[in-house]
């Protein structure tokens, strides 16, 4: 990490340092093949120990080396284990990839889910195309914490802020939902509930089989660590396509799992989910499929007829229809060869896709995007209400626009952010 992403990294850290109370405690960790603390303990947030820590990091975080994450992911969940009266957050970011991802899930799985009732949260965040967001996911989801990402180099620090951001915003953690356990058959993504912060809805979804309980009893701990109980009221929602609007986050949580577990079944499961709904994943690509409908005219008398064969020829030709492959739009399981390397995220070859590849990826991501930042039910159900026809002359428009020089502007509105 070097250039641009190194300083914009520098510069969410320092914006994070100043939110800290005088009670709060932190320490920071460089690393590359080797690591680096700012202090052998936690700190208390001070005025001083921030502006040390502001001068450390000037002088330690400096590109080169290799990547090795264990070692200082470790360091700090032996730091935060004997926590006592704090909900404590680990915070890693990476802009690369490693061998033993799925050794460092297992270690962490084991060693977060036996430590207690507060383990500590890892929030992982992943810059540029290198590293493995399905790695990151996964190490987010055992901790109960929170995934981000910045795959434009232009964005590193406002998404990083909003991350450091809901980790300080905690209101409610070892969420649990206890009346599910009564369903015949229940999946719930995420499998294990991250805390929830006052800064941003928290969306759990999932399926399940048997009679739904009217109500749903869930419970946690509060900031203070005291117990907190409520009862949450059955909404049963008509005409909403709540597949789509879940789609995204299960196909993602449930890759992530694919990827720790290496199981084909599973890759399977996300690949029919992700054609039932229609929204891209790792497994599956779009193709677009061109059929001549026109009915074949009569030949005019002054027309020399050709030879029955050739005839047959023509009419098989016709009903094979045309396809055409488009590119694979996922974001891949990380590149150990790039990091290796050291190449700088932003590096690789800038891909141009098409026109039809961009709007088939933002379209796939719509209903997703509404869930996740519409709270008006009306505006849901509204886009779910468009007919074909309506669909079809939005989609004209935005090709026009995009033909006119307003590319940009479309895939902006379309698929902004880390969704697009």
Known sequence: MQGKPLEDTKNALAVALSKLDPGDSFNIIAFNGETYLFSTSMELATKEAVER??????????????????????????????????????????????????????????????????????????????????????????????????????????????????????????????????????????????????????????????????????????????????????????????????????????????????????????????????????????????????????ESPGTKKGSKKSDHQKILDSEVPKTIMLQNLGIGFGDLTATAENFPPGSEIPKLPEVAEIFVKAASNCCSTLGNKCCCLCCIECCNKLNDQCVIVLTQLCTALACFGCFECCSNLCCCGQDG
């Not at 399905?134 to 914490?145: D, E, K, P, T, W």
């Not at 999946?187 to 941003?200: A, F, G, K, Q, V």
């Not at 949450?232 to 396509?241: N, V, Y």
């Not at 399977?268 to 989910?273: A, C, G, H, P, Y």
Request: aromatic residues 8%; proline residues 3%; charged residues 25%.
């Open 53 to 298: 820590a502001h001068q450390w990091i000037g002088i330690n975080f400096i590109a080169g080396g290799s990547t090795n994450i264990c070692a200082p992911l470790t360091k700090a969940v032996e730091m935060l284990t004997n926590s006592r009266g704090s909900i404590p957050i680990i915070f890693l970011v990476t802009d690369g990839a490693v061998e033993d991802e799925r050794q460092i899930c297992d270690a962490m799985k084991s060693r977060l889910t036996n430590g207690g009732s507060i383990c500590p949260r890892i929030y992982t965040f992943g810059i540029g195309s290198y590293c493995n967001h399905y790695f990151l996911r996964m190490l987010a989801m055992i901790s109960r914490g929170y995934y981000g990402a910045a795959y434009d180099l232009d964005s590193i620090e406002i998404q990083m802020q909003k991350l450091f951001t809901r980790g300080f915003s905690s209101v409610l953690a070892n969420i649990a939902i206890d009346t599910l356990k009564d369903l015949d058959e229940f999946e719930m993504y995420p499998s294990r509930i991250p805390d929830l912060s006052s800064e941003s809805p928290l969306i759990v979804s999932g399926r399940y089989q048997g009679k739904f309980p009217d109500t749903l009893k869930a419970k946690g701990f509060l900031g203070d660590l005291s117990n907190f109980v409520v009862e949450l009221k059955l909404q049963l929602a008509k005409d909403l396509p709540l597949d789509r609007i879940c789609a995204k986050q299960q196909i993602d949580l449930l890759t992530a799992q694919a990827w720790f577990s290496e199981d084909k079944r599973l890759e399977e499961k996300v690949s029919k989910m992700s054609v039932q709904t229609g929204v891209l994943c790792e497994y599956t690509r779009m193709i677009i499929v061109e059929t001549d409908e026109r009915n074949n005219a009569s």
